[in-house]
């Protein structure tokens, strides 16, 4: 990297306020990038995203290598010019999917071969198409392919898997040619405090630009994902920011950051207001309910939202239940914003040395209640539209 | 009407150039009314409408009946305000809904009895009560309950259907209160010459401030359909608009300025484009098919759409073929606007005067071909969405 990547310019107890430089623009942390795996970010424009002040989101290498391809995206100028955002993107490289999406994954020493979601067709991924696949594509972050385990998975398996995603990483390191990409390193290690620690250590001495934390928030309960977050944290540099894949609840992002983390993105905020969960500070409401159907007020009065500025909860609420497209998307937008108004509040009491109080807070106020199980259930109009591939 | 409804600047052998003149803003035509059924046109909201350079719209008397209740419409503030639309709006009575969505119909003098499509429950609409409903909404233009009949109806059952409609008619024309919105009687009489004849002759001595053309594109061939439409304006008072239902095709609509008719509505521009069917001045293509695939230019070079003006038709390709719903708006604009700049164009050429030649020009440059037939049995990954109800 010509410049410096990651500024760290405050913390509070662990929670750290600070800047990504990109090729694309200044990014501030910590952040939450919306999920945008088939380079969209589902139901909105780049306008839209911009609009709601976003500045980086994520896309999927396994997504775009099977559809439109990557030389199809590369012909056309690569992924920012192909989506037209001109934003800061993070791709994943591939290695969750793979595992979690393929219904047959053979991994070896060489890669990983896997079949496709869509057509069954076979392919075969290693460490270095993994990169050569994220230059073509020309995100600004980039990661290492890692070989992921489950919840549950034998201590000698996970192993195994890390040191597998050790030697991919050095692997990633060595095929990768451009230097205006970071490559970011993913810390594996399971639910195995000491493997976690091994993990991060090995990492921490190739040198990366960032590292993330993997393999975590895979079906095991909050109180073993947070204190391995915290202590994974504690042992990688502090110069170089952090990443935590696929976490993105109100309540994770809160506590997440109180650990450490800089980077989040997730599929939640959307996938879950695309079946009419939307939030507010005080947590998930079902826009479905008979109790929105002839609110004239909006969602959430507070909120700054084009919906909720323009609309009454009862139209949304109508828009869910006569199955409207518009509803998906106003939804999404609520969401989005709800997400970036947090992050916003939660940097600025970074910087003012208040976080632990805005937590404390924000926690108090937020229910994660019942009900919004019940919503991540619903949406069956939506299913078989893509909807669950994120 | 304390004011004069519509206003005809120009006539070019029978296509006409006017205005209408409605509490929500001056309306040119001819012109086309985008379908919301639901109060919403789907995908859009009413900022990206007045965008494309709408200014009236069409909503459905039958679906806002069922969902979310004329009452509730009502209590917050009228159709306008619940779906933040401030131009105009036509409402249909929901004759022709009854007609065509209810799994049971029974009409009757007094009234048709009908289940809903939603969930079965029972229902029955008289010309007061679809009258009411509409003024309960409060649309710039309303309608009359009519009674539709099928191609192939016998004359007996046509004329019967055509008698009670004017009954019908003259029950709205009374049971109206409402003295800022525009109530059109509707002509009837299938497929008969005769009896269009006898239609319009009928309602025209009521005096009412416009006159739509019902069940015709019902099935019928257009060699039936076009005559028809010519004998029956040619019979209706030359200074009320006269409203073709549910015709939007771009070759239907030159044909149905050129034979005098003013407003158009159809959901056939967005539900094709929902299916990836798009409109250019050559005929409609299919997006998904591969030639658009790596396309770098937009859809449509010409066209000066917000999608067209930023996206690659490779990106657009890429929606479709994700099954992304970004895909679905962004052929929603496109589609729309076409039309919008079609009706402009036909606008313009009727006060040039140089109608004819623009109709003989676009008929011979656009093809209707076999793709467009094969697109719109497309679109699986939608079904069952509401996608259908329009």
Redesign the interface.
């Known amino acids: 990297m010509s410049h410096q990547h990651f500024t760290l310019l405050k913390t509070t107890n662990s929670a750290r306020a600070g800047e990504l430089n990109t090729p694309h623009g200044r990014v501030l942390t910590p952040v939450f990038l919306p999920v945008g795996s ?3 970010v ?4 780049p306008d839209d995203i911009k609009s709601l002040g976003f500045d980086m989101l994520l896309a999927n290498t396994y ?1 775009l290598y099977l ?2 391809g990557i030389d ?1 995206i590369k ?3 690569g992924l920012h010019r ?3 955002w001109d934003g800061a993107i993070l791709t994943d490289s591939g290695g969750y999917q793979v595992f979690s999406l393929s219904p047959l994954c053979k991994i070896s020493d060489e890669g990983a071969k896997f079949r496709s979601h869509i057509d069954g067709s076979e392919h075969f991924l290693t460490p270095e198409l993994a990169v050569q696949y994220q230059e073509a594509l020309g995100a600004d972050i980039i990661m290492v392919l890692d070989e992921c385990t489950a919840y549950g998975d034998s201590r000698k398996k996970v192993q195994q898997a890390m040191e597998r995603t050790h030697r991919w990483a050095e692997r990633c390191h060595k095929a990768k040619t451009n230097n205006n990409q970071a490559l970011y390193a993913i810390v594996q290690g399971g639910m195995f405090p000491d493997l976690r620690q091994a993990s991060a250590e090995y990492l921490k001495k190739l040198d990366f630009p960032g590292y993330a934390i993997g393999g975590l928030s895979v079906g095991e309960p909050k109180d073993v994902t947070l204190p391995l977050i915290e202590q994974t944290d504690a042992l990688l540099p502090q110069d170089k920011p952090r990443y935590l894949m696929g976490v993105g609840a109100p309540e994770d992002l809160v506590e997440g950051v109180a650990r450490g983390i800089d980077i989040f993105d997730c599929a939640l905020p959307t996938r879950v207001a695309r079946n009419g969960a939307l939030f507010t500070r005080k947590g998930r409401i079902n826009i479905r309910r008979a109790a929105y ?2 609110m ?1 007020s909006p969602i959430d009065p507070s909120c700054d939202c084009y919906t909720c500025r ?3 909860a ?2 949304v ?3 869910f ?6 509803g ?3 939804a999404t937008i609520h969401n989005l914003r709800f997400i970036r108004n947090l992050m916003n509040d939660i940097r600025k009491s970074i910087m003012d040395g208040t976080f632990q109080s805005f937590r404390e807070d924000f926690l108090a106020l937020y229910h994660t209640t019942n009900e919004q199980t019940r919503v991540e259930q619903k949406g069956r ?2 299913k ?3 909807n669950q591939v994120t």
């Open positions: 088939q380079a969209t589902k139901t909105l424009t997504h559809r439109p199809v012909n056309l100028g192909f989506m037209v159907s002839k004239d323009t609309f009454s009862a139209y609420s109508h828009l239940r006569s199955e409207e497209l518009l998906l998307r106003l109009w939506l078989g539209r893509g």
